[in-house]
């Protein structure tokens, strides 16, 4: 589904114009060998250039539509003079073609004045909360000995949501760009212990609140991944978080890497040991704000696998789930290998 959207958002207008004179023509010439009211059939090319290709391309073609419209009733009719009602349809056909193509272009408008207000605040919201997140960090790290147990508690706990909320600003920030593939991916050979081990800090104070053990199972074979090293480690991050929050306490959370056997690529994935994904919800995860039936109580909106799937794709790998109710849940994605490998042990 991402492919075809990112196909069709990629298309030229003039694509999407020479699209809409082709299926008007088509449409025409059966108009004209055809009794029936081929109404609807004019309003899809009509549709899909005002979509595409903006609100004058749609106008000129509903124009087009009608008057090309007429010429099939004028062509078509069995009289010598066809009288006033080929005019008068072509009239009302054309107000038809261009309230829907102004009603259309009005909804795209309103849309994109919705997404860039929502960006701006989002955006806006983000620089403040970094400043939250210095000034909690540094209170802890000044007051770490100073604290009682409440104090430390509630400041771990501040500390975590802050951490939260900032993953869910810069998804919702990045996902239009990797959505219209504007977002950009620099890719360098880096560390696999070090994606994982970096990723791993960010949630450690969540898991020890949450009394969630976290385990890495490293692969000697896998040595780097060609990747960009931020996504990356944001993506791993989401993973890790979305694990926690249906995780129970005293349980386990397995990351692991694994080269594959050509050499080609290194799969990374998160085990949890939550409640699982019915069936007919695997597939739907990564859609935008998809929320699992069975994971209502505290249910996320999916942006966080939303932004995970397209930064995989974005560079060159791919993403999926394997699940089971009652038996937890594993997210797996590969990247491309890297050329280097891991240094052995040295034996004391």
């Known amino acids: 589904m991402q492919a075809l959207r990112h196909f069709l958002n990629k298309r030229s207008r003039h694509f999407w114009v020479a699209l809409g004179l082709v299926l008007v023509a088509i449409i025409t010439t059966i108009d004209y060998f055809t009794e029936p009211d081929l109404l609807i059939l004019y309003?899809?090319?009509?549709i899909l250039v005002d979509w595409f290709a903006g609100e004058k391309p749609g106008v000129i073609l509903a124009i087009a539509s009608a008057i090309a419209w007429f010429a099939a009733d004028v062509l078509s009719t069995t009289h010598d003079t066809p009288g006033v009602v080929p005019y008068w349809n072509l009239a009302v056909r054309s107000a038809i073609f261009l309230t829907v193509t102004y009603m259309l272009s009005g909804l795209l408008a309103t849309r994109k004045r919705h997404e860039e207000l929502m960006h701006f605040i989002i955006h806006d919201l983000r620089s403040p909360l970094t400043n939250v997140l210095t000034g909690l960090q540094t209170l802890r790290q000044m007051r770490e000995n100073k604290m009682n147990e409440s104090e430390q508690e509630?400041?771990?706990?501040?500390?975590i949501s802050s951490n939260r909320m900032l993953t869910l600003i810069n998804s919702l920030l990045d996902l239009p760009r990797l959505e219209h593939r504007?977002?950009?991916?620099?890719?360098?050979?880096v560390s696999v212990d070090e994606l994982v081990n970096g990723s791993l800090a960010v949630?450690?104070?969540?898991?020890?609140?949450?009394?969630?053990?976290?385990?890495?199972?490293?692969?000697?074979?896998?040595?780097?991944?060609?990747?960009?090293?931020?996504?990356?480690?944001?993506?791993?991050?989401n993973l890790l978080s979305n694990a926690l929050k249906y995780?129970?306490?005293?349980?386990?959370?397995?990351?692991?890497?694994?080269?594959?056997?050509?050499?080609?690529?290194?799969?990374f994935s998160v085990t949890d040991q939550g409640p699982g994904i019915p069936p007919e919800w695997v597939d739907k995860v990564f859609d935008k704000y998809a929320q699992v039936e069975a994971r209502k109580e505290g249910a996320s909106t999916g942006l966080g696998l939303t932004f995970c799937q397209l930064a995989v794709e974005a560079q060159r790998g791919r993403i999926w789930i394997e699940s089971e109710l009652g038996k937890g849940t594993t997210v797996l994605f590969t990247l491309p290998a890297g050329k280097r490998k891991k240094a052995p042990l040295m034996e004391e």
């Open 203 to 237: 949630v450690a104070l969540w898991a020890a609140q949450n009394r969630v053990q976290l385990i890495y199972e490293a692969d000697p074979q896998a040595g780097t991944v060609v990747a960009d090293p931020d996504i990356t480690s944001r993506v791993l991050v």
């Open 247 to 267: 995780s129970p306490p005293d349980s386990t959370i397995t990351i692991r890497a694994r080269a594959s056997s050509e050499g080609g690529t290194v799969t």
């Open 43 to 46: 309003l899809i090319p009509i």
């Open 154 to 159: 509630m400041l771990d706990m501040a500390l």
């Open 182 to 189: 504007k977002m950009p991916v620099q890719t360098q050979e």
